[in-house]
């Protein structure tokens, strides 16, 4: 039982909570304010009573709990308490995979002879959480990261769980499909169309027929549905950030030729992310005008990102709050920073229907490295090309 799956358990609503002792035992919404377009970022369990989720419209989660107290995200107060918890977690061990801000997978097999069995390391970790930052951590034991992020997710709020032999032969086989790490709602629909509802449905069905649905991925889910995981916990500390820049071969200060740029960069950093299994919780923008003076602004979001559109977005919106009027622009950087492993598919928190393309995008440019793939806008532009 070597691997911890330790998850903040309704992380920003949780740190409004403490700080705001009037907001406890409340249903608390973080995200969108009601009136607004948006999205819940997450709520408390007590909103999560009425039905409300992460990731659902706004006016939604308005008309399920009217009396919720809905509040703004407030990004660099969530990064900090995230940087506590994580300086706890190192405290225990090097390996550690983040995958999120609230959110990381501990290798403890090496770390018994200082701290005891990895449930005493568990409840320790559960403990200085608690006394030192004043939120509530869930945590999973497995011998396998798989196992364990279905031990935290099983015994959330509040949570400690071992995954044990005994629960893969008599637990796992009754859970419903979509506890499979990679499949997500959709998959599980065409799963359940075909009669497949359980673990158990799908360990007994036939490959050919699981093929047709689950694709290259069917061998990877079958392991998984018989609690077989071999991936490592792998630390990502090496890479604090991923940036491209480009100098302009002339100086400009045309808004239109400067979007295209934008567009450019975002689409190789993306790809640069993707390809690293990364996704980045800080977009940074920077410019050097003529006079190389440089400028910068920076984004932290309320959740890791790396699809090209996304960051195109964010990119701009920065662009926009920088002042370059009169001033002519030599060089274009997008760094993305604050990085998380990627492995875990999180929800999109917008509107873009870019997923797919995005990975349809990577395969043919792996498949067909000198071909020239590029929105429509991005042809014909002497400054980028
Ligand atoms: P999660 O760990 O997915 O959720 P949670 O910590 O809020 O609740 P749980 O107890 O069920 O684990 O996400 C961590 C934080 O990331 C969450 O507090 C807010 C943010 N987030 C979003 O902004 N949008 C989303 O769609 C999700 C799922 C999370």
């Known amino acids: 039982m070597d691997i911890l799956h330790c998850d903040l358990d309704a992380f920003y609503a949780s740190v409004e909570q403490r700080d705001n002792p009037s907001l406890q035992g409340k249903p ?127 015994s959330k709020p509040d949570g400690l769980l071992m995954f044990t032999p005994d629960m893969v032969q008599n637990l796992l086989p009754s859970l419903p499909v979509q506890k499979i790490w990679g499949i997500g709602p959709k998959t599980a629909q065409n799963l359940n169309n075909i009669g497949i509802y359980t673990i158990r449905d ?97 984004q932290t979001l309320e959740y890791p990102v790396d699809k090209n559109l996304v960051i195109f977005e964010i990119a701009s919106s920065l662009m926009k709050k920088i002042d370059t009027k009169g001033k002519k622009i030599r060089l274009i950087g997008i760094k993305s920073s604050n990085l998380s492993s990627s492995i875990i598919e999180q929800p999109s928190l917008f509107d873009f229907k870019s997923d797919n393309l995005d990975k349809t995008l990577d395969e043919l440019k792996t498949r067909f490295p000198a071909a020239k793939i590029m929105p429509a806008s991005l042809l014909k532009n002497s400054n980028i090309n």
């Open 28 to 154: 608390v919404i973080i995200g969108a304010l009601p009136g607004n377009r948006g999205v819940v970022a997450t709520c408390s369990y007590e909103a999560r009573k009425y039905g409300v989720r992460s990731a659902m419209p706004i006016s939604e989660a308005y008309r399920l709990c009217p009396t919720g107290i809905f509040i703004r995200p407030d990004m660099k107060k969530y990064a900090g308490v995230s940087r506590q918890v994580f300086s706890i977690l190192a405290s225990f061990t090097p390996l550690i995979e983040k995958l999120s801000i609230d959110e990381a997978f501990l290798d403890v097999s090496g770390c018994h002879h200082l701290f005891g069995s990895s449930y005493n390391i568990a409840l320790k970790i559960k403990q200085e959480v608690w006394e030192k930052v004043g939120i509530k951590i869930s945590i999973g034991i497995a011998p396998n990261k798989f196992l364990a992020k279905l031990a935290s997710d099983l």
């Open 202 to 298: 799908l360990l007994k069905t036939e490959k050919t027929i699981l093929n047709k649905i689950l694709g290259s991925s069917t061998d990877f889910i079958l392991q998984l549905a018989r609690g077989e995981d071999s991936r490592p916990v792998e630390p990502y500390q090496e890479t604090k950030s991923i940036s491209q820049e480009i100098t302009l071969p002339a100086d400009t200060g045309n808004i239109e030729e400067i979007s295209k740029i934008l567009l450019k960069l975002s689409i190789e950093l993306g790809e640069r992310l993707r390809k690293e299994k990364l996704q980045a919780q800080t977009i940074t923008l920077k410019l050097r005008l003529s006079d190389f003076t440089t400028l910068s602004k920076s």
